[in-house]
């Protein structure tokens, strides 16, 4: 899985972990902290914000009870593009769900990362057996084993969307707060309206890839709204000099007056995001950062990521590390007004090589909301001492 990945990084991890993590970028002009943030975020990443969504947060376990009562009431098609999806007591869920609609006539799409998923190919066969198609992304001998799927999406009838850092593996079934047997924590939504379209296109692209085919045009129908929320779907594939998450992260931190908060689970930063954070914490702005801790899954980043939170923390960041179990959140939280959800990392793989999906939300009230729950998650860590 991601420790496969970051040992085919290859060198020495922290000789990998400048080299590889260093960004040409720098996106620090006084002109994007004062412009229109959806200006902004169009000409930064080419993502159009859209009003008129219902974005639901449904942290935690509570994404698999969504996604399947969403499956549940499917009536033309399942699309499902993830990095893990491993056998289990959700993976039984799903499929079992999913049975029932393909029986019904519902068209079920899956890609599966074959990196990510490297015990996929049993359940490949009983999903195809039911009548799914589905596929393992990027088998070619020889090809750049680093550049994966990472993307964590489901899409039903093109009209409801699922994204955050979930994967199908029993892990993600819990509350966040138990280590024995894991439950990892981590930050979803559930959304309705018209930026869904996006999200079903970055599902079209890796299908596109995987088969060399289009999507059905049913399969972007005309949306109406749904809800207050202004939003857009970034998505990030891998580009030697800057990637769109690499931009995204950078565009949220130079665009905060008040506050920027950040929860990613692997925080090994480029160097332009670590000298953005400083400046903003220098100028008197609100600066978090949370990461996994003792509990995370790849022990081989702590170092790194420690050596990186002190350094940050000496500038007046605030950074945590997540006690109660691993946490597995990608989120960020600029001023009063916007935040990020999705399967973005903050590491030299999610920032320069994967293929990657975030939602932007401008909403207030869930701004509030992320707020709330981003103070919890605090609670419930150790902050590193300055």
């Known amino acids: 899985m991601r420790f496969l990945l970051v040992l085919l990084l290859g060198g020495a991890l922290t000789g990998c972990f400048g080299r590889l993590g260093e960004s040409e970028f720098r996106l620090d002009g006084a002109d994007v902290e004062n412009d229109d943030f959806a200006n902004a975020l169009y000409q930064t990443t080419g993502a159009r914000m859209v009003p008129g969504n219902?974005?639901?947060?449904?942290d935690?376990?509570?994404?698999?009870?969504?996604?399947?009562?969403?499956?549940?009431?499917?009536?033309?098609?399942?699309?499902i593009v993830t990095f893990i999806w491993s056998d289990g007591q959700v993976s039984n869920r799903i499929i079992d769900a999913l049975a029932g609609r393909i029986r019904a006539g519902v068209r079920c799409r899956i890609i599966v990362d074959a990196v990510g998923s490297t015990d996929f190919c049993k359940l490949q066969r009983r999903l195809e057996l039911l009548g799914c198609e589905a596929?393992?992304?990027?088998?070619?001998?020889?090809?750049?084993?680093?550049?994966?799927?990472?993307?964590?999406?489901?899409?039903?009838?093109?009209?409801?969307?699922?994204?955050?850092?979930?994967?199908?593996?029993?892990?993600?079934?819990?509350?966040?707060l138990h280590d024995d047997p894991p439950q990892w924590r981590d930050s979803n939504v559930m959304v309705r309206g018209p930026v869904v379209a996006q999200m079903q296109q970055a599902f079209a692209e890796n299908w596109q890839e995987v088969t060399g085919s289009l999507l059905p045009a049913t399969s972007?129908?005309?949306i109406e709204e749904a809800g207050p929320s202004i939003a857009a779907f970034v998505t990030s594939v891998e580009n030697s000099v800057v990637t769109k998450n690499e931009r995204l992260t950078q565009l949220f931190i130079a665009s905060a007056k008040k506050r920027i908060w950040i929860a990613n689970a692997y925080f090994l930063p480029s160097q332009p995001i670590q000298d953005l954070l400083a400046r903003k914490a220098?100028?008197?702005?609100?600066?978090r950062v949370l990461a996994a801790g003792e509990k995370t899954d790849i022990r081989v980043y702590l170092p790194a990521q420690r050596s990186r939170m002190d350094k940050l923390a000496t500038a007046g960041v605030h950074a945590f590390e997540y006690i109660p179990a691993m946490m597995h959140a990608k989120t960020m939280l600029l001023d009063d007004r916007y935040f990020v959800v999705g399967s973005c990392n903050m590491d030299p793989l999610s920032l320069n090589k994967m293929d990657e999906g975030a939602l932007v939300v401008d909403d207030p009230k869930l701004a509030a909301d992320e707020q709330r729950r981003l103070l919890k998650d605090m609670k419930n860590s150790e902050e590193r001492k300055r």
């Open 54 to 58: 219902l974005i639901v947060p449904v």
């Open 60 to 79: 935690d376990g509570r994404v698999f009870e969504e996604e399947i009562e969403a499956i549940h009431q499917a009536k033309t098609t399942v699309h």
């Open 135 to 176: 596929y393992r992304f990027r088998l070619i001998p020889g090809q750049d084993d680093i550049a994966r799927v990472h993307r964590k999406i489901i899409i039903v009838d093109g009209r409801v969307g699922f994204t955050g850092g979930f994967g199908i593996d029993d892990r993600w079934d819990g509350d966040g």
């Open 282 to 287: 220098h100028a008197g702005i609100d600066v």
């Open 220 to 222: 972007f129908p005309q």
